[in-house]
């Protein structure tokens, strides 16, 4: 299955070798195979792949197997569909190509999906309703969701098949080095002790770590959200482009502590514990700071076995398969060889399993809903965060370092903003480090970003591309970019005055 995520990349780069997507162009000898694109690890392919194959034969009578394409995380997967689609339209062919089912990654991602990706064609969605009946879905969800996310579409594009949380792994050697106390939510990551020792992911690069950020954001309050978030980025000893690097970033000691999606950093612990290694790491969810979110499945458009891929979706929903996420490997229904330390999504299961589950989390008693809820936030995290943290760096670092040793600092391991400050030079310096910009609105008015109310407008103006007859970027760009470039200077201009005020 390299061949297939080879195939899609060249495909994403030039538009000539737009057919190789395409059904003209169909994989050769799959034979009884469902296609599924994954961000999965091969620990998660193989369980689901063997088990699906043991499961169709016992109860169709005959063999299915799972062919993998594994071109990058879910950001990666997206993109490339998308553009498979955008090129198929301008080709004015079908719809649709050699994979069956999208596998994997947050319901944010999956829903863009379940968007046209041309705006006078509704069938130009990427993925397509299951079609599975309300007595199906109400034998596996006892309800529809769990807090404020949706463990299913109410439009049947997607549908949950195991939960994800967010929290922070550490390394126990550093912070017994550092002198801090163990982290319990998000703040840890802004603490002045740990300035180059915080692992830290683009979210540019990983749809997992823009939920994550969301949930800050959410959680915390967005201004408030994106001052953890900016201190957080300041801590940071880099930024990769890869949520799975930060476990083992932390367990080799190269950083103390890092954001994590829950089943990577249990997943870390286990596997240092396998070598003989115990103790050294540890994981947490981010105490009631964290979002629970679906992580989906969905059908594509145009997929060459659609049959068999509703028959792997079923397959991924019965108790034996969910089962997989949380039973060790000694148990004699769970998985084959690996542990996968994911959270099963059908509710009743956790009361089946009860103490055999390897995790003793019940996600559904202790997801909470979101104290700041705004849909417009999710999409200025990639825009502001790359004019934030990653175009400036070094003046970022420079900021920081000035404000924690200002002689008026407080001694405390919490978020310090202005208005937690007395003295007015700090309080300046805060106000000037965690200011957001302002934009240009119709009527020569001007949104400030600072104020979450004006996001939605801004998002349909500037990154939904509502204000393009403006002239405020070129044709050759697009608005996003030209917020980000604004921002980006904005956000230099800032740094510049804290470090010289």
């Not at 000035?402 to 600092?409: Q, S």
Request: aromatic share 10%; net charge negative; proline share 7%.
């Amino acid at each position: 299955m390299k061949r297939v995520g080879t195939i899609l990349l060249a495909g994403a780069a030039a538009l000539l070798l737009v057919p190789a997507f395409l059904r003209s162009s169909p994989l050769p000898q799959l034979g009884s195979g469902v296609v599924v694109m994954t961000p999965h690890n091969e620990q998660i392919r193989f369980e689901l792949g063997s088990r699906f194959s043991q499961w169709h034969k016992r109860e169709f009578g005959t063999d299915a197997h799972v062919a993998w394409s594994t071109p990058g995380g879910t950001s990666e997967i997206r993109k490339l569909l998308q553009s498979q689609w955008k090129a198929a339209a301008s080709a004015g062919v079908p719809y649709g190509g050699d994979i069956d089912l999208v596998f994997g990654g947050g319901s944010y991602e999956h829903g863009v999906l379940a968007k046209p990706t041309q705006s006078d064609d509704p069938e130009s969605t990427i993925s397509f309703p299951h079609g599975f009946s309300t007595d199906e879905l109400s034998s596996w969800f006892s309800s529809e969701t769990i807090a404020d996310g949706r463990l299913y579409d109410e439009q049947s594009y997607w549908i949950g098949t195991a939960l994800s949380s967010f929290g922070l792994i550490w390394n126990e050697d550093e912070f017994d080095q550092l002198g801090l106390p163990r982290p319990t939510d998000w703040s840890m990551l802004a603490h002045p002790k740990l300035r180059g020792r915080v692992a830290f992911v683009n979210p540019a690069m990983s749809g997992s770590v823009t939920t994550a950020l969301q949930s800050i954001l959410e959680h915390l309050g967005w201004q408030r959200g994106w001052g953890l978030i900016r201190r957080a980025s300041a801590n940071a000893r880099s930024i990769s482009g890869s949520s799975s690097r930060v476990p083992g970033d932390v367990g080799a000691g190269e950083a103390a502590i890092g954001p994590c999606i829950d089943f990577y950093g249990r997943a870390q612990v286990a596997a240092l514990e396998a070598a003989g290694i115990s103790g050294r790491i540890k994981y947490r969810d981010a105490a009631g700071q964290t979002v629970v979110d679906a992580d989906p499945i969905s059908l594509l458009r145009g997929a060459p076995n659609p049959e068999l891929a509703k028959r792997f979706i079923r397959f991924c929903l019965t108790t034996e398969a969910q089962a997989l996420w949380q039973l060790p490997p000694s148990d004699p229904d769970g998985p084959e060889r690996f542990a996968l330390r994911r959270l099963p999504i059908r509710a009743e299961v956790y009361e089946h399993l009860g103490d055999r589950m390897l995790d003793q989390v019940d996600p559904f008693s202790e997801a909470q809903v979101a104290a700041y809820p705004n849909r417009a936030a999710r999409a200025f995290i990639v825009p502001l965060f790359l004019a934030m943290a990653m175009d400036h760096r070094d003046e970022l670092r420079e900021a920081w370092q000035a404000i924690v040793e200002h002689p008026a600092y407080p001694a405390t391991d919490g978020v310090v903003m202005a208005a937690d400050v007395d003295d007015p030079e700090l309080r300046l310096m805060l106000q000037h480090f965690d200011a957001l910009p302002s934009v240009p609105m119709p009527n020569d008015t001007m949104a400030d970003l600072n104020d979450p109310e004006t996001l939605a407008a801004v998002k349909a103006g500037w990154l939904r591309e509502g204000f393009l007859a403006m002239g405020w970027w070129d044709l050759e760009s697009n608005g996003t970019h030209a917020l980000q470039g604004r921002a980006s200077t904005f956000f230099l201009e800032q740094y510049q005055k804290v470090v010289n005020p």
